[in-house]
């Protein structure tokens, strides 16, 4: 079991920047891949950003240029850069855990928290 904490979220004005932060607990020696997904009202969950296990990231392309993932292996904690920020960023952003030779669809999620940008 692996539990996810995010942090971070808030209300920003338009060109304005946050910091998520993701910390996971419990058996994180089996976590591979982490990432960020994003949520607005009435649209799916998509993909903001992922870092594999040995730091490699990769964008969504409304984001790239503007946000950076970054993790710390040992800290079991990753974030989320997110600089010129848009009204369109606005979503309740997740955290996920993906697993060593398992499903994506068996990761773990954190609980979300909500970044608001104004116009």
């Known amino acids: 079991q692996v539990q996810l904490v995010e942090s971070g979220g808030g209300l920003v004005q338009t060109g304005g920047s946050l910091r998520l932060s993701c910390a996971a607990s419990?058996?994180?020696?089996?976590?591979?891949?982490m990432g960020w997904y994003r949520q607005a009202p009435e649209k799916q969950r998509e993909l903001v950003a992922r870092i594999t296990s040995g730091g490699s990231p990769n964008y969504a392309d409304s984001v790239k240029g503007r946000f950076t993932i970054s993790r710390d292996n040992a800290k079991n904690t990753v974030w989320l850069q997110m600089d010129s920020l848009k009204p369109e960023d606005t979503a309740v952003y997740y955290c996920?855990?993906?697993?060593?030779?398992?499903?994506?669809?068996?990761?773990?999620w954190g609980q979300g928290t909500q970044v608001t940008v104004s116009s």
């Open positions: 996920k855990a993906d697993f060593y030779e398992t499903p994506s669809s068996f990761g773990s």
């Open positions: 419990g058996s994180t020696a089996s976590i591979d891949g």
